[in-house]
C-alpha cells in the first residue's frame, strides 16, 4: 500500500527584544549562567510578571509579514506541567486566544507555488535550561533563558515532503530575519522546531495517527528526522502493527527517531487563563501603524529584482535569501555599477571571501561603493576582468579604494594596440611550430596564444584586444 505524509511544523522563535518577555532582565545569550534572571524569571512567590509590548509589537508585525489575522482581543493562560527547569510549575503561554490567527505564506517547488496555512501564531515564554554533560549523578539548571520571549507559529498539516517541510522552515527563516524580529540562529536555538508526522493511504482524507519530533534546530535535521519517522511509520504499518501517538526525539549522530514519552492532549496541561497578566486589547489604529512599518518583505523583493535589475531568478533568489545581502548589493547598484555585473561579483568573489574567513556582511570590510567604483574600471578598460579579482581581494584585505590599488601595484590595463602588437609578433616568433599547427586548422590555440600574452604581460593586457590582434596577424602570417 502507498503511504502519503502529513507534515505539520510548530516553530518557536526568540524575540530579539533586550529585555525578557514578562520581567526587565537582559536576553544576551551565553552569559555565565542565572546572571540573568531575578524573581519574575526565576518565578518567586508573589512575583509579578509585566508584558514587553515590544514582544507584541513584533508578533503582531510577524502576524502581518504572513498574512494573518490579528486578534482584537487575546490573553495568556498557564500550561501546567512540571520539569526542574520550570520553577514556576507552569509556562506563560497562549491557548485559547493566540494573538494571530489563519495566515499562510507561499514556497516554490519545482516552480509551483505552494501555499501551507499557517493556523496560528501566539506568545510565550521560554523554559531554562537543564545542563547534563560535566556533571555525575546530577544535573545542573541555568535559568537565563527561563521568560525570554517566544512566538510559536503553527502550520496548517499542508506539508506532504521532508523538502518541502526544509523549504518553509527556510522561508520562516528569512521572513523573521527581514522582519528583525528575529535572528534565526539556529545553532543557538533561536529558532527551532517541533514536527508533526503521520501517514494514510494515498487517497484517503482522514488522518494518521501521528508523532511528534522535538527540538530540531536545523534545515538538514529536519528533513532528516521527517525522512526516517516516515520511513518507519510506513514500516509499522506495512509490517501489521500500529503507529502510537508519542514525543520522539532526534538522534542526529544515530540518524534515528527514538520514544522519549507519550504524547500529551491539551487538556494533560490544565490550561486556564493567567490571572496575573489582563488580557491585551489591540486597536486597529495600531495594527495599521504597525503594518505601515513592515520593510519590502523577500517576495515582493524578488520579484522586483526580476522586473527592475533583469536579473535572472536564480540570481534574485540567492540575493532576496538574505535582507542584508539584498541590501548590500542595491547599495552597488545605486553607486553606478551594472545589476548583473554587481550581482555576479557579491554572489561570486565577495560570499567566497566572506565564507572562507567565517564572517558575515556586517563585519564585511569592504563597502559596496569599493566594488561599484571597481567595476567602472573595468568598463572603461582601466583594468581586465583578470586584474579586478586580484584588485577585489586587496580591497576585501586593505580596505584601500581600486584606484589606489592599480595605481600602487601597476595594474592598469594595456590597451595600446602598437605595444600589444610587439608583444605578439615576439611570441608568435617564438612559436613557429604553434602557428603553422593553428594555421593548419587548430584554431583552438587561439586560447594558447591569449594565455601566453597574458602571462607575459602579467594579466594587464586587455583581453579584447588582443583576441583582435591575434587572428589578424595570425592570417597575415598565413
Given at each position: 500500500?502507498?503511504?502519503?505524509?502529513v507534515?505539520?511544523?510548530e516553530?518557536?522563535?526568540?524575540?530579539?527584544?533586550d529585555?525578557?518577555i514578562?520581567?526587565?532582565?537582559?536576553?544576551?545569550?551565553?552569559?555565565e549562567?542565572?546572571?540573568?534572571?531575578?524573581?519574575?524569571?526565576?518565578?518567586?512567590?508573589?512575583?509579578?510578571?509585566?508584558?514587553?509590548?515590544?514582544a507584541?509589537e513584533?508578533?503582531?508585525?510577524?502576524?502581518?509579514?504572513?498574512?494573518?489575522?490579528?486578534?482584537?482581543?487575546?490573553?495568556?493562560?498557564?500550561?501546567?506541567?512540571?520539569?526542574?527547569?520550570?520553577?514556576?510549575g507552569?509556562?506563560?503561554?497562549?491557548?485559547?486566544?493566540?494573538?494571530?490567527?489563519?495566515?499562510?505564506?507561499?514556497?516554490?517547488v519545482?516552480?509551483?507555488?505552494?501555499?501551507?496555512?499557517?493556523?496560528?501564531i501566539?506568545?510565550?515564554?521560554?523554559?531554562?535550561?537543564?545542563?547534563?554533560?560535566?556533571?555525575s549523578?546530577?544535573?545542573?539548571?541555568?535559568?537565563?533563558?527561563?521568560?525570554?520571549?517566544?512566538?510559536e507559529?503553527?502550520?496548517?498539516?499542508?506539508?506532504?515532503?521532508?523538502?518541502?517541510?526544509?523549504?518553509?522552515?527556510?522561508?520562516?527563516?528569512?521572513?523573521?530575519?527581514?522582519?528583525?524580529?528575529?535572528?534565526?540562529?539556529?545553532?543557538?536555538?533561536?529558532?527551532?522546531?517541533?514536527?508533526?508526522?503521520?501517514?494514510?493511504?494515498?487517497?484517503?482524507t482522514?488522518?494518521?495517527?501521528r508523532?511528534?519530533?522535538?527540538?530540531?534546530?536545523?534545515?538538514?535535521f529536519?528533513?532528516?528526522?521527517?525522512?526516517?519517522?516516515?520511513?518507519?511509520?510506513t514500516?509499522?504499518?506495512?509490517?501489521?502493527?500500529?503507529?502510537?501517538?508519542?514525543?520522539?526525539?532526534?538522534?542526529?549522530?544515530?540518524?534515528?527517531t527514538?520514544?522519549?514519552?507519550?504524547?500529551?492532549?491539551?487538556?494533560?496541561?490544565?490550561?486556564?487563563?493567567?490571572?496575573?497578566?489582563?488580557p491585551?486589547?489591540?486597536?486597529?489604529?495600531?495594527?495599521?501603524?504597525?503594518?505601515?512599518?513592515?520593510?519590502e518583505?523577500?517576495?515582493?523583493?524578488?520579484?522586483?529584482?526580476v522586473?527592475l535589475?533583469?536579473?535572472?531568478?536564480?540570481?534574485?533568489?540567492?540575493?532576496?535569501?538574505?535582507?542584508?545581502?539584498?541590501?548590500?548589493?542595491?547599495?552597488?547598484?545605486?553607486?553606478?555599477?551594472?545589476?548583473?555585473?554587481?550581482?555576479?561579483?557579491?554572489?561570486?568573489?565577495?560570499?567566497?571571501?566572506?565564507?572562507?574567513?567565517?564572517?558575515?556582511?556586517?563585519?564585511?570590510p569592504?563597502?559596496?561603493?569599493?566594488?561599484a567604483?571597481?567595476?567602472k574600471?573595468?568598463?572603461?578598460?582601466?583594468i581586465?576582468?583578470?586584474?579586478?579579482?586580484?584588485?577585489?581581494?586587496?580591497m576585501?584585505?586593505?580596505?584601500?579604494?581600486?584606484?589606489?590599488?592599480?595605481?600602487?601595484?601597476?595594474?592598469?590595463?594595456?590597451?595600446?594596440?602598437?605595444?600589444?602588437?610587439?608583444?605578439?609578433?615576439?611570441?608568435?616568433?617564438?612559436s613557429?611550430?604553434e602557428?603553422?599547427?593553428?594555421?593548419?586548422?587548430?584554431?583552438?590555440?587561439?586560447?594558447?596564444?591569449?594565455?601566453?600574452?597574458?602571462?607575459?604581460?602579467?594579466?594587464?593586457?586587455?583581453?579584447?584586444?588582443?583576441n583582435?590582434?591575434?587572428?589578424?596577424?595570425?592570417?597575415?602570417?598565413?
Amino acid at each position: 500500500m502507498k503511504y502519503e505524509p502529513v507534515i505539520g511544523l510548530e516553530v518557536h522563535a526568540q524575540l530579539t527584544t533586550d529585555s525578557k518577555i514578562f520581567c526587565g532582565c537582559s536576553t544576551r545569550f551565553a552569559a555565565e549562567p542565572n546572571t540573568q534572571t531575578c524573581p519574575v524569571c526565576a518565578g518567586m512567590p508573589g512575583a509579578l510578571p509585566v508584558m514587553n509590548k515590544k514582544a507584541l509589537e513584533y508578533t503582531i508585525k510577524t502576524g502581518l509579514a504572513m498574512n494573518c489575522r490579528i486578534s482584537p482581543f487575546s490573553r495568556f493562560a498557564r500550561k501546567n506541567y512540571f520539569y526542574p527547569d520550570l520553577p514556576k510549575g507552569y509556562q506563560i503561554s497562549q491557548y485559547e486566544l493566540p494573538i494571530c490567527i489563519d495566515g499562510h505564506i507561499e514556497i516554490v517547488v519545482d516552480e509551483d507555488v505552494k501555499r501551507i496555512g499557517i493556523t496560528r501564531i501566539h506568545m510565550e515564554e521560554d523554559a531554562g535550561k537543564n545542563i547534563h554533560e560535566g556533571a555525575s549523578g546530577y544535573s545542573l539548571v541555568d535559568l537565563n533563558r527561563a521568560c525570554v520571549p517566544l512566538m510559536e507559529i503553527v502550520s496548517e498539516p499542508d506539508i506532504r515532503t521532508p523538502a518541502d517541510a526544509a523549504l518553509y522552515m527556510k522561508k520562516l527563516r528569512t521572513i523573521l530575519r527581514y522582519l528583525g524580529v528575529c535572528d534565526g540562529n539556529m545553532e543557538q536555538g533561536s529558532l527551532r522546531c517541533d514536527a508533526n508526522i503521520s501517514i494514510r493511504p494515498i487517497g484517503e482524507t482522514a488522518f494518521g495517527t501521528r508523532t511528534e519530533l522535538k527540538n530540531i534546530n536545523s534545515f538538514r535535521f529536519v528533513e532528516r528526522a521527517i525522512d526516517y519517522e516516515i520511513a518507519r511509520q510506513t514500516r509499522v504499518l506495512e509490517e501489521g502493527g500500529h503507529v502510537v501517538q508519542e514525543t520522539r526525539l532526534w538522534d542526529s549522530a544515530a540518524g534515528r527517531t527514538y520514544s522519549m514519552r507519550s504524547k500529551e492532549e491539551a487538556h494533560d496541561y490544565r490550561y486556564f487563563p493567567d490571572p496575573d497578566l489582563v488580557p491585551m486589547v489591540v486597536d486597529d489604529a495600531w495594527v495599521e501603524e504597525i503594518r505601515s512599518s513592515l520593510v519590502e518583505l523577500p517576495d515582493v523583493r524578488r520579484e522586483r529584482f526580476v522586473n527592475l535589475y533583469k536579473l535572472p531568478e536564480d540570481d534574485a533568489d540567492m540575493l532576496t535569501s538574505d535582507r542584508m545581502l539584498a541590501d548590500w548589493f542595491e547599495d552597488v547598484v545605486k553607486a553606478g555599477a551594472e545589476p548583473k555585473a554587481a550581482s555576479n561579483w557579491v554572489m561570486g568573489e565577495l560570499m567566497r571571501l566572506l565564507n572562507e574567513e567565517n564572517l558575515s556582511l556586517e563585519d564585511c570590510p569592504l563597502k559596496p561603493g569599493q566594488l561599484a567604483a571597481m567595476l567602472k574600471l573595468m568598463n572603461d578598460d582601466v583594468i581586465s576582468g583578470k586584474i579586478a579579482k586580484t584588485v577585489f581581494e586587496e580591497m576585501y584585505r586593505t580596505g584601500k579604494s581600486p584606484d589606489v590599488i592599480v595605481k600602487e601595484k601597476g595594474l592598469v590595463q594595456i590597451s595600446d594596440s602598437s605595444e600589444l602588437e610587439k608583444i605578439i609578433k615576439k611570441l608568435l616568433d617564438d612559436s613557429p611550430k604553434e602557428v603553422e599547427r593553428y594555421l593548419a586548422g587548430e584554431t583552438k590555440l587561439i586560447g594558447f596564444f591569449v594565455g601566453r600574452v597574458m602571462k607575459d604581460t602579467k594579466g594587464k593586457a586587455n583581453p579584447k584586444i588582443v583576441n583582435d590582434l591575434l587572428r589578424k596577424m595570425l592570417r597575415s602570417s598565413f
